[in-house]
């Protein structure tokens, strides 16, 4: 079985795929209206366009769901580890995303401090990814030790 971080790797691929795939889509659909409209040189700002497009993809799974598709599908969950996860702690967990660079460094740094297990925007935002059944083992715990 994939450790935490090879499991973490593919998740992120799966992720990437999935966002690549809707700005292909987007990118089909808006092409032939700004050619139309003679505004073609919108597309200088594409990568902007897909930095948010990632960081808010990101942001709204894992804020609303504590799980991405790609994460779902390797049974992962991103939890709080002060209070409840909510959009705030999801948006600064994933700042790093919008780009490979950042994403990079930001597990180097994280790599570097106490926890090799979490990246920097993780230990900020107060997060951490866990296997699913270390969730639901410990929500199932939690029930067998309250009367």
């Given at each position: 079985m994939p450790g935490l971080w090879s499991?973490?790797?593919?998740?992120?691929?799966?992720?990437?795929?999935?966002?690549?795939?809707?700005?292909?889509?987007?990118?089909?659909?808006?092409?032939?209206?700004?050619?139309?409209?003679?505004?073609?040189?919108?597309?200088?700002?594409?990568?902007?366009?897909?930095?948010?497009?990632?960081?808010?993809?990101f942001t709204y799974f894992e804020g609303k769901y504590r799980t991405t598709p790609g994460k779902n599908l390797m049974k992962l969950k991103v939890i709080s580890t002060e209070g409840e996860m909510d959009y705030r702690k999801s948006l600064i967990r994933n700042l790093s995303k919008f780009l490979w660079l950042p994403l990079v460094v930001d597990v180097i740094v994280g790599f570097a401090m106490k926890k090799p297990r979490e990246r920097y925007l993780d230990r900020l935002a107060k997060t951490d990814v866990v296997k699913t059944e270390e969730v639901e083992g410990s929500k199932t715990k939690l029930k067998q030790s309250t009367p």
């Open positions: 499991k973490r790797f593919m998740a992120l691929i799966v992720d990437f795929l999935i966002i690549t795939l809707l700005l292909w889509v987007i990118a089909a659909v808006i092409t032939p209206v700004l050619a139309v409209l003679n505004l073609l040189i919108l597309f200088s700002i594409w990568i902007p366009i897909a930095a948010i497009a990632i960081v808010a993809y």
